[in-house]
T-cell receptor, first 111, second 110 residues
Framework: DVKVTQSSRYLVKRTGEKVFLECVQD?????MFWYRQDPGLGLRLIYF???????EKGDIPEGYSVSREKKERFSLILESASTNQTSMYLC??????????FGPGTRLTVT | RKEVEQDPGPFNVPEGATVAFNCTYS??????FFWYRQDCRKEPKLLMS???SGNEDGRFTAQLNRASQYISLLIRDSKLSDSATYLC???????????FGAGTRLFVKA
């Protein structure tokens, strides 16, 4: 079974803090994604990566950056957390059949 | 218009009922189609891919209608445990992203 893990299930940070969310997959997938999910808005793509050191902006990249130094690891960085970044963050990896596998999510609260 | 649209529901059905959801997509170049299930406060999980000829997995049947640009999911003999949000997803030819619908909520009641 594909396994995608995320570093934290719940996180509480203060406004202005730098926040790191880490995601690791164990299936050697090239494609990885970061989404946020908010009630009524569905899944929104923040960034994706199609290979090591390669990254592309998704639909809502403002206020975020990413890092992919190793194939199995894709990190999301909130440079200066703000209250409107309170959300559920979901990482996913995708296989060659385009099936996506999600991590358990990180519920981030910014106060 | 959104690229992928779903009726948000909720669909409230009794146990044993048959229920069907549709999902429309706007890009005729779409090539790959999926249904995901998401339980409350959990991550989406792949339920099934949707093949051109339609496919079935137990009580679940997925169909693709390219002419009308929609996919469907039929659940027969609904169980209480089928209560969840069902997301459709579409991958376009030549594009990198998978586009997700906002989901349809299903409640199955005893």
């Amino acid at each position: 079974d594909v396994k995608v893990t995320q570093s934290s299930r719940y996180l509480v940070k203060r406004t202005g803090e730098k926040v790191f969310l880490e995601c690791v997959q164990d299936m050697d997938h090239e494609n990885m994604f970061w989404y946020r999910q908010d009630p009524g808005l569905g899944l929104r793509l923040i960034y994706f990566s199609y290979d090591v050191k390669m990254k592309e902006k998704g639909d809502i990249p403002e206020g975020y950056s990413v890092s992919r130094e190793k194939k199995e690891r894709f990190s999301l960085i909130l440079e200066s957390a703000s209250t409107n970044q309170t959300s559920m963050y979901l990482c996913a990896s995708r296989d060659t059949s385009y099936e996506q596998y999600f991590g358990p999510g990180t519920r981030l609260t910014v106060t | 218009r959104k690229e992928v649209e779903q009726d948000p529901g909720p669909f409230n059905v009794p146990e044993g009922a048959t229920v069907a959801f549709n999902c429309t997509y706007s890009n005729s170049a779409s090539q790959s189609f999926f249904w995901y299930r998401q339980d409350c406060r959990k991550e989406p999980k792949l339920l099934m891919s949707v093949y051109s000829s339609g496919n079935e997995d137990g009580r679940f049947t997925a169909q693709l209608n390219r002419a009308s640009q929609y996919i469907s999911l039929l659940i027969r003999d609904s169980k209480l445990s089928d209560s969840a949000t069902y997301l459709c997803a579409v991958k376009n030819t030549g594009g990198f992203k998978t586009i997700f619908g906002a989901g349809t909520r299903l409640f199955v009641k005893a």
